[in-house]
Antibody, heavy 119, light 111 residues
Framework: EVQLVQSGAEVKKPGESLKISCKGS????????IGWVRQMPGKGLEWMGI????????RYSPSFQGQVTISADKSISTAYLQWSSLKASDTAMYYC????????????WGQGTLVTVSS | QSALTQPASVSGSPGQSITISCTGT?????????VSWCQQHPGKAPKLMIF???NRPSGVSNRFSGSKSGNTASLTISGLQAEDEADYYC???????????FGGGTKLTVL
């Protein structure tokens, strides 16, 4: 069974750093892209970026380029989303998802990680 | 502003059919048969409902169907049920470097 399991909720202060994770299981981790999506409270899904764990090729949405870093450790089938200096506006639910290599289908989603940034 | 355009809301009565549109460009929706639709209930993760324009994953009701004409894709839900009330998002492959584009989402209300 394909699963993407994300790390737990985080509460941070502005200016702090954070790295959240997404562990894949039930499939060959290196053969599928892993993407990240932000959902701010009461808002829609926003595409942040994507990584191919097989060779670590990474693409970012222009809105998030330079604001976050996406990485992956294929030895433990885990992808990461990290911030070096959080802002209150980063408060949101973050989902990871799997993208098929051929048709760009976003077929499996993680359960989400709630990040709250507040002083 | 999202790359793909969806209506903010649609509504229908139980048993009726509704259609949600998703308009893009020739760089995404119009250029490839790689449009997907996902459903999101409040407080839940999105769930894939349609992929490759018109295909349903295993377990998804055949009341859900997808189509495309030019730069606009559509999701149709027939025989509306109360459980269909949710947010629906389209996504597509894009030839831009980001690989994926999303619609802004459509809130479906079952009256």
């Amino acid at each position: 069974e394909v699963q993407l399991v994300q790390s737990g909720a985080e509460v941070k202060k502005p200016g702090e750093s954070l790295k959240i994770s997404c562990k894949g299981s039930g499939y060959r981790f290196t053969s599928y892209w892993i993407g990240w999506v932000r959902q701010m409270p009461g808002k829609g899904l926003e595409w942040m970026g994507i990584i191919y764990p097989g060779d670590s090729e990474t693409r970012y949405s222009p809105s998030f380029q330079g604001q976050v870093t996406i990485s992956a450790d294929k030895s433990i089938s885990t992808a990461y989303l990290q911030w070096s200096s959080l802002k209150a506006s980063d408060t949101a639910m973050y989902y990871c998802l799997r993208r098929t290599p051929t048709s760009s289908t976003l077929d499996y989603w993680g359960q989400g990680t709630l990040v709250t940034v507040s002083s | 502003q999202s790359a793909l355009t969806q209506p903010a809301s649609v509504s229908g009565s139980p048993g009726q059919s509704i259609t949600i549109s998703c308009t893009g460009t020739s760089s995404d929706v119009g250029g490839y048969n790689y449009v997907s639709w996902c459903q999101q209930h409040p407080g839940k993760a999105p769930k894939l409902m349609i992929f490759d324009v018109s295909n349903r994953p295993s377990g998804v009701s055949n009341r859900f169907s997808g189509s495309k004409s030019g730069n606009t894709a559509s999701l149709t839900i027939s025989g509306l049920q109360a459980e269909d009330e949710a947010d629906y998002y389209c996504s597509s492959y894009t030839s831009n470097s980001t690989l994926v584009v999303f619609g802004g989402g459509t809130k479906l209300t079952v009256l």
